[in-house]
């Protein structure tokens, strides 16, 4: 900035000081004076030349501004965010500040609030919700209710050991079985288990008819299953149920071309998938032992440190069946509140 006359005179290097000492040039004023190349040395005095001396004197070679830095730095890429409703939801882009989503039922949305969840955690499925209630048992007991509470004590002992988890679905509103994909593969999941309970079963049983399948194709994946096998097996072992069983334990089951048949085994690609059926809802017995709250905490205990072991041990689980390969059969689910006329029934939840 330039100085009154009166004062030592000085200018600063800066454009904005050459231009307000060109202004004050122009306006008939003297008294500024360049300084020399860099700012060093004592200041040149200005002579009578006139305005456009002056000029010629302190007119900096013409600047072409350079182009304005990005003001904002690079987003990082965010894969899944949660919403102000608490609803975990695949990325699809930015919106300016706000986000495209994929809804649980796979519909496009905008949200101006949402939060990013963090890569690598595990992600827990609790299958079927809203429209689709899964299995139902003699009861009452709706298996997607039921799905839901153990993997929140799932979640809940997870968190807690220090393992972040992402649930796919956090409340009673249904979800289509691609995006619980989308989230398991775009967090990178460090386990993704989908947790269901059964229906259909072939016989009764001194233990628990817990039914676990692993991709077919990956080591990891089996050894997820075993594990969360023991671990639930011997969590329900104590309670004096008349227990039935489907004769499967650990086992994977293929399509016609290999790939694996159940979408919440297959759909993940990359990940370790499990999917969970941790005991029949379809039997008297289990289904009164199912509804209390108790022995859901003790399923989703059990769950959580099938998944621990997984993460942190080399240990082989067990509970594998052989020959693995089951023919097709009616599995849980398959019930429907809404649907009909053609429409999609999933009802998404408020975001
Ligand atoms: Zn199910």
Redesign the pocket.
């Given at each position: 900035m330039c100085q009154p006359p009166s004062s030592p005179v000085v200018c600063d290097t800066t454009d904005v000081g050459r231009r307000l000492l060109i202004l004050t040039v122009a306006a008939g004023l003297t008294a500024c004076t360049a300084p020399s190349e860099g700012g060093a040395g004592p200041p040149r005095p200005v002579t009578a030349a006139g305005p456009a001396a002056v000029l010629a004197q302190t007119m900096p070679e013409p600047i072409t501004p350079a182009p304005a830095p990005a003001v904002e730095p690079p987003k990082p890429a965010v894969a899944a965010v949660l919403s102000a409703g608490g609803i975990a939801m695949p990325v699809l882009g930015r919106d300016g500040d706000a986000w495209k989503v994929s809804t649980p039922c796979g519909r496009e949305a905008v949200v101006t609030s949402a939060t990013p969840l963090p890569t690598r955690p595990v992600v827990l499925d609790p299958?079927?919700g809203g429209y689709d209630p899964?299995?139902v048992g003699p009861n009452g007991l709706e298996?997607a209710d039921l799905n839901l509470a153990v993997s929140r004590h799932a979640a809940a002992a997870l968190e807690a050991a220090g393992f972040p988890t992402v649930l796919t679905r956090n409340g009673d509103h249904g979800m289509n079985l691609p995006n619980r994909a989308k989230l398991a593969v775009g967090l990178q999941a460090r386990a993704f288990v989908s947790v269901?309970?059964n229906a259909a079963s072939w016989a009764p049983s001194a233990i628990p008819g817990s039914e676990m399948y692993h991709q077919v194709s990956s080591a990891e994946s089996k050894r997820l299953a075993g594990l969360i096998y023991e671990e639930i097996v011997a969590a329900l072992s104590p309670y004096d149920v008349a227990w039935v069983t489907s004769g499967v334990g650990v086992t994977w089951r293929t399509k016609a071309n290999g790939d694996d048949w159940y979408a919440m085994v297959n759909q993940p690609r990359g990940i370790d998938a499990a999917l969970a059926e941790l005991a029949f809802i379809s039997n008297p017995t289990e289904a009164d032992l199912l509804a209390d709250p108790d022995v859901q905490r003790v399923e989703g205990q059990a769950v959580a440190r099938g998944i621990i072991r997984f993460l942190t041990t080399s240990e082989p689980g067990s509970g594998y069946v052989e020959g693995g390969q089951m023919p097709p059969r009616p599995r849980?689910?398959g019930g429907s509140r809404g649907g009909g006329g053609g429409e999609d029934p999933c009802d998404d939840p408020a975001l």
């Amino acid at each position: 900035m330039c100085q009154p006359p009166s004062s030592p005179v000085v200018c600063d290097t800066t454009d904005v000081g050459r231009r307000l000492l060109i202004l004050t040039v122009a306006a008939g004023l003297t008294a500024c004076t360049a300084p020399s190349e860099g700012g060093a040395g004592p200041p040149r005095p200005v002579t009578a030349a006139g305005p456009a001396a002056v000029l010629a004197q302190t007119m900096p070679e013409p600047i072409t501004p350079a182009p304005a830095p990005a003001v904002e730095p690079p987003k990082p890429a965010v894969a899944a965010v949660l919403s102000a409703g608490g609803i975990a939801m695949p990325v699809l882009g930015r919106d300016g500040d706000a986000w495209k989503v994929s809804t649980p039922c796979g519909r496009e949305a905008v949200v101006t609030s949402a939060t990013p969840l963090p890569t690598r955690p595990v992600v827990l499925d609790p299958g079927h919700g809203g429209y689709d209630p899964g299995a139902v048992g003699p009861n009452g007991l709706e298996e997607a209710d039921l799905n839901l509470a153990v993997s929140r004590h799932a979640a809940a002992a997870l968190e807690a050991a220090g393992f972040p988890t992402v649930l796919t679905r956090n409340g009673d509103h249904g979800m289509n079985l691609p995006n619980r994909a989308k989230l398991a593969v775009g967090l990178q999941a460090r386990a993704f288990v989908s947790v269901h309970h059964n229906a259909a079963s072939w016989a009764p049983s001194a233990i628990p008819g817990s039914e676990m399948y692993h991709q077919v194709s990956s080591a990891e994946s089996k050894r997820l299953a075993g594990l969360i096998y023991e671990e639930i097996v011997a969590a329900l072992s104590p309670y004096d149920v008349a227990w039935v069983t489907s004769g499967v334990g650990v086992t994977w089951r293929t399509k016609a071309n290999g790939d694996d048949w159940y979408a919440m085994v297959n759909q993940p690609r990359g990940i370790d998938a499990a999917l969970a059926e941790l005991a029949f809802i379809s039997n008297p017995t289990e289904a009164d032992l199912l509804a209390d709250p108790d022995v859901q905490r003790v399923e989703g205990q059990a769950v959580a440190r099938g998944i621990i072991r997984f993460l942190t041990t080399s240990e082989p689980g067990s509970g594998y069946v052989e020959g693995g390969q089951m023919p097709p059969r009616p599995r849980c689910g398959g019930g429907s509140r809404g649907g009909g006329g053609g429409e999609d029934p999933c009802d998404d939840p408020a975001l």
